[in-house]
Each structure stands twice: as C-alpha cells, then as structure tokens.
C-alpha cells in the first residue's frame, strides 16, 4: 500500500517536473546518519502555472532520498545524481544542478 501511493505520487511529480515552464533547477546535500551511514536529498525546483489561469507558482519537490554506497568521490557522486535524475525523467529539463560543496566531492 505504501509503495504504490510512493509510486502514484513520483509518477505524478515526473509529469509536473516534465510540464514544467522552462528548465527545473536541482539542489543536492549528502550527509550522514548517526551511525554514519551517508545519504543524498536531491530536490526540484520548477515554475508552473496555477490551474487556468496566467499566475506562475514556484514548486519545489523532493525527487531522491537516497544511500550512498561507497568513497564519496566527485565521480560517484556524478553518477548518483545523473541515475537519480534519470528515474525522475528529468535529464534533459536541468538547468543548474546546486550541490553543496564538500573537500572530499572534488574529483
């Protein structure tokens, strides 16, 4: 039950981030828990227009949660968000990707 309302929703979210006016912008954090087991947020942000009507709205969304495997490289982690961007349908509509910077994301 819960995961098919999580699919109902993200399916819903692709189709808001793909009707999106224009590009969608990404903002990125990786932490970790406290048993030090690191994770990555990816969120969207996007305008839209309100329902018939010419008023624009910003959205934001969080698009991933996700655990990172691993040396947290700047290549893995290119690879992490390039996947996860790809699950969302939402490679092509990125126009700046905002990852908050860490000594150890340097490739």
Do not use: Y
């Not at 839209?48 to 934001?60: Q, Y």
């Not at 700047?74 to 961007?85: D, K, Q, S, T």
């Not at 490679?91 to 490739?107: D, E, G, Y």
């Amino acid at each position: 039950l819960v995961i098919d309302a999580f699919h109902e929703h993200f399916n819903a979210l692709k189709r808001d981030l793909v009707a999106a006016l224009g590009k969608v912008l990404f903002t990125s954090d990786l932490w970790s828990d406290s048993n030090l087991c690191p994770f990555m947020a990816v969120t969207a942000h996007w305008i839209a227009r309100a329902d018939h009507s010419s008023v624009l709205i910003l959205n934001t969304a969080l698009i991933a949660f996700h655990h990172i495997p691993g040396s947290h490289t700047g290549e893995l982690l290119a690879e992490v968000i390039l996947h996860l961007l790809d699950q969302a349908s939402v490679t092509k509509k990125v126009s700046v990707l905002l990852c908050r910077v860490a000594c150890s994301n340097f490739v």
